[in-house]
Each structure stands twice: as C-alpha cells, then as structure tokens.
C-alpha cells in the first residue's frame, strides 16, 4: 500500500513559485485563472490558467499596452501595480487594480478572453485605497470593497460610484493593516475575507459574514483563519487570500507565503509566492486545511502542462509573456526582429555609476538554480543581473574587453571581480547554491555565484556573493529577485538565455 504521501498523491507548494504575490482567482466551467501583483515591472498583472488548480500556465498580461499601464520612471521599487481582483460576471472578465504612484489610482478593466487583449482602463476616481474587489448582488447591483475595510457601490462600466465610501469593518481588534478584502456570496451569507496583520511575519486572513454585502458583519470566533506567525513553519507570512469552489462542490483557498531560509531572522529571496490549500465550512465558517511544501493532492485527475524548454533562442517575433522589463519596454530600446534570432537591448543613457539600464529579466522561482546567456556586447556594455530592485542586484557585465562582477547594496556600489577576456561572443553565468559551511545563527539564505563559462563548457567563478543582501529582509518592499539581461550603454545582443533548477 503506497502512502498516503508519496509524491504521486501530492502537489508541490507553492503553486506558482517565485515573485507572484496577491493571487486572485475565479473559475469559468472546467478552467481557473489566476492573477497577481506585478508592482514596478511592465507588462503588468500576469494571467495564468490551470485545469486543476495546480498546474498553472501564464497566458498572457493583464496591462500589456503602454496606455493601459503608465509607470513614471519616478516610480519607486515596489511602487506600481498592487493586488488585482479577478472575477468573471456577465459573460466577461473584469480585473480591478490599483496602480500606485503618479497619474496611477484604482482602474478597471475587461475582456471576454483572459489571454487578452484586455480593454483600456475604466478610472475609478471615486475608489480611495488599495486592493479593490468587485463582487454583484442578484439584482446586479456592483459592490467595490477596498482596503481599509470600506465599500463603494460603483458603475463598472462607466467608473461612477453612488454614494460616499462607508467602513464595513476593521478586522480583529489590534490587528494593523486590514486589506486584500474578497466579497462572497455563499449560502444565506456574504462572506468578506481579509487579510490584516501585515505581510510580513504577522501576516495572516479572517473572514466576517452579513446577511447583505453591505453588512453589518460578523466576525467569525476562530479568526484569524490561517495564520502561520509565531511558528516554525517552512512557509510563512501567509495571508492575502482568495476562494474559489471547484466543480465538485469543494472548497480551495490561494493565498501568499515566503519560503524563508538561512538563519536568524531568516531571509526571503524569491518574493511572496502564491500557495494553496483546502478549504471546509465548518458551522457555516471557512475552515483552512494543511498547508505544507507538500499537500495531498486534490481529488481529481492532475493535469500537467507540457515540460518547458529551459532555454528560449528569441526566434518568435514577440517576447514570452514571462519576459518582464522595469517600468516600461519602448520598442526601440527591446526587440528580437532587429536582428532576428537575438534580443537586442539599448540603453537609455546615465551616469557610468548609475547608468539608465534597459532590462529584461525573468522570475527567479527556484531556491537553488543557474542562468545563462551569451552576449554580444560589440557595440556596447551589458550583461547579466540577479535583481532584488534598484538599489539591490550583482551584475556581471562585459564591453568586448572585459567583463567585471558589480555588486549593489543599497548605497554601496562596487566592482569586486574583473578579468580581461577576447572580442567576441560570450557565454555570462549566475549560480545560486546552497550558502557555504559554516552555519550559525546569521548563515544566509544562498550564494550567489557570476562567472563565465570557457569553451570547454566549465563554469569560470569570478565572484561568490552572499545572498541576504538580495532579499527582502536587508532590502524592503515588495518584490522578489529577478534574473535577465540588460544594457548599459550602447547596444549589446543576446542569442539566448536559458534558466534551471539545481536542486535534487
């Protein structure tokens, strides 16, 4: 008898790993989709589908078009777009988000195939705050939930709000930060889910019920739902959650976590990610079941997409839609038809101390992994970076002569490895690993290793860098790491980039 277990009767979590936080989702028929924040980077709000709440597959990018996704290059890190709520209604998907920073505010936006295209944005100016939701009562009427806890019953078509905001509730008393709020019909009850104590280790989700989705709510007695503060636990700083019911009647709950690592205080490097588990009603209350690295899989067939190729050779037209730059992507400055079966990449000017990079990257997902690319660098500098934000990434970069390893921390800036090497075409790496013996109280979470690879295919180090200094703990914010390509200065080219895991 095989036990109950074994990796044939589990899934993996998280579901959709590295940098993917503030997950929404809803289910058409057989099919669910899945959104989540993409704060400073373009194209915004990444879409995934999945046939078994499991296996996910990006399809595509909510914000896609320069016009429905404007951020300054004033927006800070872990400014942009925060937490979208996506629902299906009436035939039509609807994605409400918040961009935040200049010219942004809570937006609306539709369409009838979630691959896109997605409609222009619907502005909500009569929305305050963050995290909007949209939930219908049976007679149509649209109710806007927000962060704070308030609501706001509004046009979704035109953007017009009827009436002044009014609270709803602020969550368990002492709590800070009530947010993320999710408005449910289920039964005789609307059920409104929050999540309160903040997104980092205190962070967690409750849940109150009315008789209207206007209230008055009740909280429920054994709130907060799930929470994982104060534990040992591998996942923690869970919260941010959303519901959805499966085919068969049962219950399931996405939500964020991190996978901390390291020691004392433990550091997180890929970001919130987006987790699952099953949910029971229990007295007419939501009751979260296990959540673990590996859960018991969902009573139906699982349904794997194909395996991906671990390395893309840039000969489609357009880049994959996992493929992300920070704030924007001009066209004259990122394309693969320039020179076709390469990514060219052009820098936009600065200083040599804080040049104006052009960037493409993808999201770290993987504790342990290796990246690699070869650059042409004949016409300019460029190179490969393992990004946390601006002020936080190691670069190793190449003008043709030399490539050298470049690392950022905060105000800190410095080259700490350079060797010459011939003109020409070269093969750049990154290696995350296991941080290096010994392990104490203040062991990072990785290493991170930048080198060449020589012609005989061995992996050259030039520099092996600590990990924390990547992670939000030391940096801040919102994000998580990501890896790719950019320029410096002038034009550089890139024939491919392939990324892999390494762990066992």
């Known amino acids: 008898m095989s036990h109950p277990l074994d990796a044939k009767n589990t899934f993996a979590n998280p579901v959709i790993p590295g940098f993917h936080p503030d997950p929404s989702v809803c289910r058409v028929g057989d099919d669910y989709y899945l959104a989540c924040s993409s704060f400073e980077y373009f194209p915004g709000v990444p879409l995934f589908h999945s046939r078994d709440l499991v296996h996910w597959t990006q399809i595509g990018n909510v914000l896609d078009r320069p016009s429905q996704l404007v951020l300054p290059t004033a927006t800070p890190s872990s400014g942009g777009i925060y937490a979208p709520t996506l629902r299906h209604h009436d035939g039509r998907f609807w994605l409400i988000v918040t961009n935040v920073g200049e010219g942004g505010g809570n937006l609306l936006v539709t369409a009838t195939d979630p691959a896109g295209p997605w409609s222009e944005p619907v502005r909500l100016p009569g929305v305050p705050g963050i995290d909007p939701d949209l939930a219908w009562d049976e007679d149509g009427t649209c109710w806007c939930t927000f962060a ?20 709803l509730w602020s969550g368990t008393a002492n709590a800070k930060a009530p947010e993320a709020p ?4 289920v039964g005789d009850h609307w059920y409104l889910l929050i999540a309160e104590g903040g997104t980092e280790r205190g962070h967690g989700v409750s849940v109150a019920r009315s008789r209207t989705p206007s209230g008055p709510f009740e909280p429920c007695p054994a709130n907060p739902i799930l929470t994982h503060r104060g534990t040992d636990h591998p996942v923690q700083n869970t919260g941010h959650a959303d519901l959805v019911q499966a085919p068969d009647g049962s219950w399931w709950m996405v939500f964020l976590g991190v996978r901390p690592r390291g020691g004392t205080p433990g550091w997180h490097v890929l970001g919130r990610e987006t987790f699952l588990a099953p949910v029971t009603w229990v007295d007419g209350w939501p009751v979260v079941g296990e959540v673990g690295l590996r859960q018991p899989a969902p009573p139906w067939p699982l349904s794997p997409p194909p395996a991906e190729d671990p390395r893309d050779d840039f000969d489609l037209g357009t ?4 493929w992300v730059s920070l704030r924007d992507r001009p066209a004259q400055c990122v394309t693969t038809e320039e020179r076709p079966g390469w990514l060219t990449l052009r820098a936009r000017g600065g200083s040599p101390d804080d040049p104006d990079v052009t960037f493409v990257g993808r999201r770290q997902q993987h504790p342990l992994c290796r990246a690699r690319t070869l650059i042409d660098p004949a ?6 970076t393992v990004l946390l934000d601006d002020r936080h990434h190691y670069d190793i970069e190449t003008d043709g ?20 090497v011939p003109a020409g075409p070269l093969v750049l790496a990154a290696r995350i690993s296991d941080p290096a013996p010994p392990h104490d109280a203040r062991t990072g979470p990785d290493a991170v290793s930048l080198g060449v690879e020589e012609p005989d295919g061995t992996f050259a180090v030039l520099a092996a860098l600590e990990g924390r200094y990547l992670s939000t703990e030391v940096a801040g914010g919102f994000t998580g790491r990501v890896i790719g390509m950019y320029a410096a200065s002038g034009t550089v080219r890139f024939d491919w980039f392939d990324y892999e895991p390494t762990e066992g």
């Open 148 to 167: 704070g806890v308030g609501q706001v019953r509004i046009d979704p078509h035109t953007g017009e709000t009827f009436g002044p905001p009014r609270e």
């Open 182 to 185: 999710h408005l449910y019909r």
């Open 319 to 322: 880049l994959r839609p996992h």
């Open 379 to 384: 016409q300019g500098c460029g190179g490969l």
């Open 401 to 420: 002569g030399e490539v050298r390893v470049v690392a950022r921390a905060g105000s800190l800036r410095t080259v700490v490895a350079r060797r010459p």
